[in-house]
């Protein structure tokens, strides 16, 4: 039997050893001797409390309260290894159905709680924090025990989803039908459908179906002036989508219960293959031509050296590619991707396969490595953007010069600055950055905080996205209140105070 | 040198003679044994007058006041030749500039006059028609001045287009970059990108890409809070989509002035079949498999036996495929896509591309031959919807019964009533259903609005939506004011009362 990690990422047994985490150490200079101990749990007493016409589970308890406190973010974990659990939630709520949702929000709205709502917690953007003064207590809202795959249209090849249903039981639910929704962003194990539609999450594939976005056929979510249900629709052209101004809402304008998904049959054909190239910027060209040819792979990831060699595959840029289908063989496809690469200076690595595997195992352990890292004294950010092909070079340097140059004058020391393409559009790449740095003990969160603004002022003089698919949160707001158009800000502000006229969903979040 | 009709579609020099009027007539036993003839216009004088600081061309010229009263739905073309011609703008303006735009938005919110905006007219859902009684005066905003390709960035495939480019001078501008938008509704010639934006207009593939929401980078609206610019980006996670609500706002929340277009490169690589099927069931079956396969045919367009012998392709069942590419080879891809045809019962129409050729030119002159129709006292209505597949079946055969029972007991005489598929999802066609009786002289616009809101029931209580790309505008606010959520509907309200303050914006399109 596993227990989740009240502080760090996933599962408390998969948690790095002490020996591992000073292993880790050898990575960069300055690190610390030791690990930071993981600290007792101290929490202030919950102003508020349930009451009894409440039918669903409330708990005060310190272990829950404590691991609803923050997201996963470098600075949530940094201040709970640092014992700062002063942000808490008074309550976790659990609901068990629709009735309950609507039962919490109406206590709520008549107490002047705030409402948080919580999937299973891997926001890396403060999306699950209260970080406001202005209500009596917060409560959050974990979704988790609305679970269930409630039904599944097979001819439609669609299914009624709960929103709290996590990825792994989701697809457990789905396999007997044969179908899968195929969403797999890199939390999968710890994030929920709901989180996913709230925060418009990235998954599985590096082109096409990106964001969850497009694999919902409806919606239904519980605002302050009621349900909103939208009709079960392959396409529509019926107005401006209501599900569109739900999704990447965050809990801001109000709580998804369940959606019915767009599915696909089970994978059977598969083929893959890796390539080295000169530089990055020769990979950068690469994989432009196979965003533009209309190929579709399924995956597509560029990894940069530094990338490259932190995931165990030597030191020079690496194109991982892979093609699958459930209907038909794919090698056809994969010979003209490798005829792309090969065109724009890809070299084949032989050993078929071997990079993607790395590379994935690498990729699922990275958030625990993440937290050992912290553990070791290291400042970890990692950030992810997008932006058109005729600025993606100059971004890459960009960031890679501006981050080492800030992380230098915050920390004193050097840096590591790596970036890998996590999605590619015809008209532009995904990346993704990663920046390590050694932190002053102590300061760490204000160190981090420099860092996050840093990367904020550089994708904003590229107007590169503050966000692909990490969301918006409360981290993100200042890039965000900037790039968002005001007068969408307008009809976004709104929108909310009428879905929301007490002003308690998930305060902060994307705008005031 | 050609002239627009002012009465009906497209070019003056293109309308059916009147003996090709009279040779229609044998469609349907009852029909008149002439045409109805085109009226003179008769106008009054407008109620309102531009001020001379406006910089852009107003006029009041009763040719360009008639020809801007109405889109193209059957009850505009009837009501032009009865020459019903009430609803008239005032003005029409041709905005040259966006600061044009802005002039022209700020006099009419300081003088009370509703402001309409006009692409070029093709809405056939009373969309650029106002209806209302609150306003000083109507100015038609026609944005047909603003034609021009500004920009090209050739490496992201993308381009700064002006909105009021009609499709053909928006393609002539593309193709000397190699580059195309690839978006082909059947109002193409007629119709521009602005139009196609705010209506989400469907275009060119029958799979995938289909309505233009997914080709757009970001869009510049002039609304009454100021000008809304979103970043050109490839994908984006930042809080819900601003573009997102826009997109098929019709007007009634801003005037789209141009927008970055996500284009493609010229196809290269083109094949065809088609074949016929013993009964549209089994065509359903078969398109179904072939939505399904991931393998997105271009063209996948299935026509009952009725529409089919329209067309000129006989009485049976005929399903037309098509696949393109502008980079591989694309046999590999039509002959699996012949394989799902064949395991599902289709027998090849031997004679290759025939169907598709001669199914194209029909298409291309059927909103001529509908005008003809109208002219020889038919009523023609053509309405389009979406659904899942696991009731579409259901759906078509309760539109042929419920709308053959209507016509009956509205015009007493029998109906046509034909469907084909326009768009398919792996989750559900889009049908497209086309209904032709004989009407009663001078009832025919309230036989039509009643064979109109059958059609919006049937569709009702199967959960079809009201318009897969044809709009909602006026005429489909009944269907769509039940279908839209009602939380969604107070949020486009809230955003409507900030974005167009002084309520001036295509008054009576969405919501009120």
């Known amino acids: 039997m596993r227990t989740r990690s009240w502080w760090g990422w996933g599962w408390t047994e998969e948690a790095l050893p002490d020996d591992e985490c000073v292993a880790l150490a050898a990575l960069l200079p300055g690190l610390a001797d030791r690990p930071l101990p993981v600290p007792v749990i101290d929490l202030k007493d919950p102003r508020v409390r349930a009451p009894s016409a409440l039918r669903c589970r409330v708990s005060a308890e310190p272990a829950d309260r404590a691991g609803h406190t923050y997201g996963k973010a470098y600075r949530d974990v940094m201040r709970a290894l640092r014992g700062d659990l002063a942000a808490a939630p008074d309550l976790v709520a659990y609901p068990a159905s629709e009735d309950d949702v609507v039962a919490v929000l109406d206590w709520a709205a008549s107490s002047g709680v705030a409402v948080v709502p919580y999937g299973a917690g891997s926001s890396v953007v403060g999306g699950v924090e209260y970080r406001g003064t202005d209500h009596r207590g917060v409560v959050s809202l974990d979704m988790s025990t609305m679970d269930k795959v409630v039904e599944v249209d097979r001819v439609s090849r669609a299914a009624l989803i709960q929103a709290g249903t996590l990825g792994p039981a989701l697809e457990d639910q789905l396999r007997p039908h044969g179908l899968t929704l195929r969403h797999f962003p890199q ?152 005829t792309i690469a090969g065109d724009h200076g890809g070299t084949p690595i032989p050993s078929r396969d071997a990079a993607a595997d790395t590379w994935r195992a690498a990729f699922l352990r990275m958030p625990y490595v993440r937290d050992a890292m912290a553990r070791m004294g290291a400042i970890v950010e990692t950030f992810e953007t997008a932006c058109t092909w005729d600025r993606a070079e100059s971004l890459y340097h960009a960031v890679r010069a501006d981050l080492a140059s800030t992380v230098e004058s915050v920390t004193g020391s050097p840096t590591i600055v790596n970036c890998r393409l996590t999605h590619v559009y015809p008209d532009g790449p995904a990346p993704y950055f990663t920046v390590i740095a050694v932190g002053r003990p102590g300061s760490e969160v204000a160190m981090w905080d420099e860092i996050k603004l840093a990367a904020m002022e550089t994708l904003h003089r590229h107007r590169a996205t503050v966000t692909h698919h990490h969301a918006v949160g409360r981290d993100h707001r200042p890039g965000y209140d900037r790039q968002r158009p005001e007068p969408f800000a307008l009809a976004l502000r709104a929108a909310k105070s009428v879905l929301d006229p007490h002003g308690i969903l998930n305060p902060g979040v994307l705008i005031d």
Chains 1, 2 share one sequence.
């Open 187 to 338: 939390s999968f194990e710890f994030s929920t459908l709901g989180g996913w539609l709230a925060t418009r999450s990235g998954g599985h594939y590096a082109t096409l179906y990106t964001h969850i976005d497009d694999l919902v056929e409806s919606m239904r979510v519980v605002t302050g002036a009621g349900i909103s249900e939208s009709w079960r629709l392959p396409g529509s052209g019926a107005g401006p989508s209501p599900d569109r101004l739900f999704l990447g809402s965050e809990g801001a304008l109000g709580i998804i219960t369940s959606a019915w998904m767009r599915l696909q049959d089970r994978v059977v054909h598969r083929a893959s293959a890796s390539f080295h190239f000169g530089s990055f910027a020769a990979g950068l060209e690469a994989v432009r031509a196979i965003a533009q040819s209309g190929l579709y792979p399924t995956n597509c990831r560029l990894l940069d050296p530094g990338e490259a060699g932190l995931a165990g595959l030597g030191d020079r840029t690496v194109l991982v590619l892979g093609v699958e289908s459930a209907h038909v063989p794919v090698e056809g496809v994969l010979a003209s991707l490798r």
